[in-house]
């Protein structure tokens, strides 16, 4: 796959904090430590001794929601007395709650360029969409990107502006960010979001109702039927059954 340098986009950094502690529990003890709010985490990077960390949870999601996995978190270990510049590597989430059990931090060199998965977002409105009723496609959601730590992007913008037709699409190469900094790992002409016609649903024709025009020739010409709780008459006998007692016999 090949390597797109895309648009312009300037991007303003700011510092991100969040204490964390030395974390002396492992395997199923942390359990413990869920319930009272604390959550296990790790910290892992090139040249550096993997050191096993706790926070609170409160505090690490308003602080992922603030940074996502893009942003540098300046984390302050506590017994340490230079602080660690970090990225929000994994999250590992409760399957039905959503809510962190454990988070991998990957400690960076500021100065060495990393590789991080950035949201595509959508930005502006495409005239097909308004004017035609075109249905706007994602195809892409996320891309990878290379950068120095500092300058990741939280996003890579598209703009549906251009978008004026069914058909009308936008690539990698329509991505705005600054190509001085950031490079995007894909093909430069891979489609991202597209404007399709909308299909036209078939509509079945509804079916009439079956047996209606013979319900009403056997409601005109054969009297009410029966209720089922009255009594039914006796079949007559077929002219081959036997005759009832009282009716004489033929002789052939």
Do not use: W
Not at 71 to 93: A, D, F
Not at 192 to 216: F, I, L, M, N, R
């Amino acid at each position: 796959m090949s390597t797109t340098k895309a648009n312009t986009k300037s991007t303003t950094k700011k510092q991100i904090d969040l204490s964390v502690e030395p974390r002396t529990l492992s395997g199923r003890k942390v359990k413990n430590l869920r319930r009272q709010g604390i959550l296990p985490a790790n910290i892992f990077g090139n040249k550096i001794t993997s050191t096993s960390i706790q926070l609170d949870l409160k505090d690490f999601q308003k602080t992922y929601e603030q940074a996502g996995e893009t942003n540098i978190i300046t984390l302050s270990l506590k017994g340490e007395s230079k602080t660690r510049p970090v990225l929000v590597s994994n999250v590992h989430l409760d399957p039905v709650t959503d809510t962190p059990l454990h988070v991998d931090f990957h400690q960076i060199d500021l100065t060495q360029k990393v590789t991080a998965t950035v949201p595509v977002e959508l930005i502006g409105t495409a005239p097909a969409e308004e004017e035609k009723g075109a249905v706007i496609v994602q195809i892409i959601n996320e891309l990878d990107v290379e950068a120095l730590p500092g300058d990741l992007p939280d996003s890579l913008e598209v703009d549906l502006s251009s978008l004026k037709e069914f058909g009308d699409f936008l690539s990698v190469k329509d991505i705005k960010i600054d190509a001085t900094k950031v490079e995007i790992d894909a093909e430069p002409d891979q489609q991202v979001v597209q404007a399709q016609e909308p299909k036209e649903e078939e509509v079945e024709p509804t079916p009439s109702p079956e047996g209606d025009e013979g319900t009403e020739a056997s409601t005109d010409g054969g009297g009410d039927k029966p209720d089922s709780d009255e009594p039914q008459t006796d079949k007559q006998p077929d002219s081959g059954d036997k005759p009832t007692s009282g009716e004489p016999s033929k002789s052939e």
